[in-house]
């Protein structure tokens, strides 16, 4: 599995804290926005792009408020994407929505719930059955 | 003002508590179901949701299921939809001000009704502030999907629903 994750402007601090915290952890993690001077539009672009090339790929999308990297990532065929404040939701959207992106708020969430965001999206598994036809429809859109 | 509203099966009594208190402020609620609790598609509602505001029979749409995620990430597969998906007031009000947001999805298992409600009271009473840069990030955000041509097909998902129907999709 490897994690790719980008950023806004907004999000750089929060995406070069959570680069540290996975390494540390031993992801394999893939940053496509070195770059601190992206909009949403571009960050979250990049890392669909780069989610959709593998099927063991998942992604962290991150601006000030975590809106605007939703709605780009799920304009895009194939992405699934949530945007998450609470780990709850983070670990049952995996289970459920076969999520494939999370966006996060640098301005609305702190580093420590981020970091266990992440954790309850990365370590928890998509479960399909009766959930997949909601999958299935949503392909049907964009 | 006119709001659309929708939820799946697990949110039903939230939604219709969110009704009631649309309607009790002097708003025209549209509610596109679903109308119980019997196991449905989360895309089905969301669709019929945001087809009420791009042919502008709503001026704003609600969605709710249990996280919030799958309905709302199903509102954003439409083009012309700009949905946020909020536990927060902050991220509500920067959503419309900035991203003239047309629709808001809320997690019926995640936020209390106390927060839901100021979250959609400032949702609709929050107006959007343009500026050329938020101009520029809604019309990329808005050009993103090119077709557009299931938009009220009611038909769409009649295979998928066939296939339930005959049990393959099962856990």
């Keep these: 599995m490897k994690v790719i994750i980008g950023s806004d402007v907004k999000g750089f601090k929060l995406k070069e804290h959570l680069i540290k915290f996975l390494n540390s952890k031993d992801y394999k993690v893939v940053d496509v926005s070195p770059d601190p001077n992206l909009n949403f539009v571009e960050s979250a672009k990049l890392v669909s792009e780069e989610v959709l090339k593998e099927e063991d790929n998942f992604g962290i999308v991150i601006d000030e408020y975590g809106a605007g990297s939703f709605m780009v990532a799920n304009k895009i065929k194939g992405i699934i994407c949530a945007e998450v404040s609470d780990e709850h939701s983070a670990h049952m959207t995996k289970e459920h929505n076969n999520t494939k992106i999370i966006s996060l708020g640098s301005g609305i969430i702190g580093k420590t719930l981020a970091e266990n965001i992440v954790m309850n999206f990365l370590n928890n598994e998509y479960s399909g059955g009766r959930h997949q036809i909601r999958i299935d429809m949503l392909n049907r859109l964009a | ?171």
């Design chain 2, 1 to 171: 003002m006119k709001i659309s509203i929708g939820c799946d099966h697990i949110v039903t009594d939230i939604k219709n508590h969110i009704v009631e208190y649309l309607e009790a402020k002097g708003h025209e609620v549209i509610d596109n179901g679903t109308y119980d609790h019997i196991r449905t598609h989360y895309p089905i509602y969301g669709k019929k949701t945001a087809e009420r505001v791009i042919n502008k029979e709503a001026d704003l749409g609600i969605v709710i299921c249990g996280t919030g995620v799958g309905i709302t990430t199903s509102v954003n597969k439409i083009k012309g939809i700009r949905a946020a998906l909020v536990r927060d007031i902050t991220t509500a009000k920067y959503s419309k001000e900035e991203l003239n947001a047309n629709i808001i999805g809320i997690g019926g298992r995640i936020t209390g009704i106390g927060l839901m409600e100021e979250i959609i009271d400032t949702f609709i009473s929050t107006e959007y502030k343009e500026t050329e840069e938020n101009k520029e990030l809604i019309k990329s955000i808005d050009n993103m999907i090119e077709d557009d041509s299931y938009i009220n097909d009611e038909h769409l998902f009649d295979d998928l629903l066939e296939k339930w129907d005959r049990g393959y999709y099962h856990d």
